[in-house]
């Protein structure tokens, strides 16, 4: 894969309803550098999602071709439904920009397996699993089949600690935030190159 020289790629994991999608975020609006990896799925979108943004959202048949066809860089089916990574997205997108992936430990150990990656893989968990069950049902985007799916995951989730370079507990936003800036920030100053603009 051809690459901008000081770009990197920084994954964030986290068992559902940690937060790690609200920190992708925070971070794409502070540091103009970093574009978000924009993942295929065959999920139906939710009413404030928009296709090309939160997703690319494509029927499971177009996706299953596109396995076949070796399109992704990683892919997992979670939830009943598939997730995964375009090689093309990140090729075009890492010769210009860093890159942050939204994905799940699946996904993860597949990244990983390109050893010329400058990959920081980061793993967010909240402080229990009766803080998450809460934060499932708080941000009421699930049914409670849905909810309870996801909380049993938990224990599968955390099984995958080791695949990581850091383990931040989310237990406040803006903290959870600051030591993932500070890990990307001093990262970035491994290389001879500028820092990412503040």
């Given at each position: 894969?051809?690459h901008g020289?000081?770009?990197?790629?920084v994954?964030?994991?986290s068992?559902s309803?940690?937060?790690?999608?609200?920190?992708?975020k925070?971070?794409q609006?502070?540091?103009?550098?970093f574009?978000i990896?924009v993942?295929?799925?065959?999920?139906?979108?939710?009413s404030?999602?928009?296709d090309g943004v939160?997703?690319?959202?494509?029927?499971r048949?177009?996706f299953e071709?596109?396995i076949?066809?070796?399109?992704?860089?990683?892919?997992?089916k979670?939830?009943?439904n598939?997730?995964?990574t375009?090689?093309q997205?990140?090729?075009s997108?890492?010769?210009?920009?860093?890159i942050i992936?939204d994905i799940?430990?699946?996904?993860t150990?597949?990244l990983?397996?390109?050893?010329?990656l400058?990959?920081?893989?980061?793993?967010?968990i909240?402080?229990?699993?009766e803080?998450?069950?809460n934060?499932?049902?708080?941000?009421n985007?699930?049914?409670?089949l849905?909810?309870d799916?996801?909380?049993k995951?938990?224990?599968?989730?955390?099984?995958?600690?080791?695949d990581y370079?850091y383990?931040?507990i989310?237990d406040?936003?803006d903290?959870?935030?600051?030591?993932i800036e500070?890990?990307i920030l001093?990262?970035?100053k491994k290389?001879?190159?500028?820092q990412?603009?503040q």
């Amino acid at each position: 894969m051809a690459h901008g020289a000081q770009n990197i790629m920084v994954v964030l994991s986290s068992p559902s309803g940690v937060g790690k999608t609200t920190i992708t975020k925070k971070i794409q609006q502070k540091y103009q550098s970093f574009k978000i990896s924009v993942s295929h799925t065959t999920r139906t979108p939710r009413s404030n999602e928009v296709d090309g943004v939160d997703y690319h959202f494509i029927s499971r048949f177009k996706f299953e071709e596109l396995i076949k066809k070796e399109k992704f860089y990683e892919y997992a089916k979670i939830f009943d439904n598939y997730y995964g990574t375009s090689k093309q997205s990140v090729d075009s997108t890492i010769k210009t920009n860093d890159i942050i992936f939204d994905i799940d430990w699946q996904g993860t150990k597949q990244l990983s397996k390109f050893k010329n990656l400058k990959l920081i893989k980061i793993f967010l968990i909240a402080k229990n699993k009766e803080e998450l069950k809460n934060r499932l049902i708080k941000r009421n985007q699930n049914t409670k089949l849905e909810i309870d799916k996801r909380f049993k995951s938990f224990d599968e989730d955390i099984k995958h600690w080791s695949d990581y370079d850091y383990i931040i507990i989310n237990d406040n936003l803006d903290s959870c935030f600051k030591q993932i800036e500070s890990i990307i920030l001093n990262y970035k100053k491994k290389f001879t190159f500028p820092q990412i603009s503040q």
